[in-house]
């Protein structure tokens, strides 16, 4: 499985379903614009550290940004 590709699909549906931009979340998140996108495209293995954040920003559950369906 390509969980850096399942992570960044889950952010971007999460991210897409609040109406927000990846600027908006980057700035939520505390994390820098190019390397959510990084992360969106599967492009960038974020830590969990990282996950808690966006996972923090999107209101939603570590187990939601690596659920695979």
Known sequence: ?????????????????KGLTQEQLAFEAG???TYVGGIE?????PSLLVMARLAAALDA???DL???S
Not at 1 to 17: K, P, T
Not at 41 to 45: A, E, V
């Open 61 to 63: 559950n570590i187990s």
């Open 1 to 17: 499985m390509d969980w850096q590709a399942i992570v960044g699909r889950n952010v971007r549906q999460l991210r897409q379903a």
């Open 66 to 68: 690596v659920r695979h």
């Open 41 to 45: 495209r599967g492009k960038r293995n």
């Open 31 to 33: 994390l820098d614009l």
